[in-house]
């Protein structure tokens, strides 16, 4: 009886000795498998992405520029601009131009505007962007803003408003553009920043950059940031710093 339940254990223990090598060894080659089908799903949209980056081509024909006023003239912003980092000050108002010179007339921004926008011909699907960047509490923060609710998540590190300076309605109060009022037609001539409660903690200068777009082709499809070749970019310090 004895000798039959040592060879009953023994058998047992084979049995389950070779259970677990099996699961082991599935295991294995699951984990293989699952790892080799990664690998070749990593390698298929790597392919795909370097194959969208070398086909797209920018043929964008505008050049814009980023401008602030100065007494009865709006000058293009080339030196670094200084403000208030305070919360609730206003750091600054600046108008996205198609253009590049270097003073342009301060009389009704919308006139001005439609000169330099008529001197382009079949741009009006294009519309403007920005993107913004600065360090807080040693963090790099990043950020693309087409439309309100982009420009929202910049709070409370900073307030960015948006507004339409063109397609003004009569009777209605100019007011920076909202989920309410933006419209397949709005373009967002140009940006307000105001100091928020996290403003003064910002470590670095901002930098601030406008440009233009007419389709999802214009942002890499990995990092989503513009990649065209329309944009302006300037630096904004604090002026007590």
Not at 132 to 148: A, C, H, M, S, W
Not at 188 to 214: A, H, W
Not at 216 to 238: A, L, W
């Amino acid at each position: 009886m004895k000798k039959w339940m040592v060879i009953f254990v023994i058998l047992l223990m084979v049995m389950i000795g070779i259970w677990i090598a099996g699961l082991i060894i599935y295991s294995n080659i699951k984990i293989e498998t699952n790892e080799e089908m990664i690998e070749n799903r990593a390698n298929e949209i790597y392919e795909h992405v370097h194959s969208m980056n070398e086909q797209y081509v920018d043929d964008n024909p505008i050049k814009i520029g980023l401008y602030t006023e100065y007494g009865n003239e709006k000058r293009l912003i080339k030196d670094v601009y200084t403000c208030s980092y305070e919360a609730e000050d206003i750091m600054g108002i600046f108008y996205a131009v198609f253009t590049q010179e270097e003073v342009i007339s301060n009389e009704d921004y919308d006139v001005v505007w439609k000169n330099y926008f008529e001197q382009y011909q079949e741009i009006a699907n294009y519309k403007i962007g920005y993107q913004i960047k600065f360090t807080l509490n040693g963090e790099v923060v990043e950020q693309t803003i087409l439309n309100p609710d982009q420009a929202y998540l910049m709070y409370p590190k900073l307030q960015f408003y948006l507004y339409d300076d063109v397609n003004l309605v009569p009777g209605r109060p100019y007011y920076h553009i909202t989920n309410e009022t933006f419209e397949e037609e709005t373009l967002c001539t140009s940006v307000k920043l105001v100091g928020d409660t996290q403003t003064t903690r910002i470590e670095s200068p901002i930098e601030l950059t406008g440009f233009n777009y007419n389709g999802k082709e214009d942002f890499d499809p990995i990092t989503g940031k513009y990649r065209g070749n329309s944009f302006y970019t300037i630096t904004i310090e604090q002026s007590n710093r």
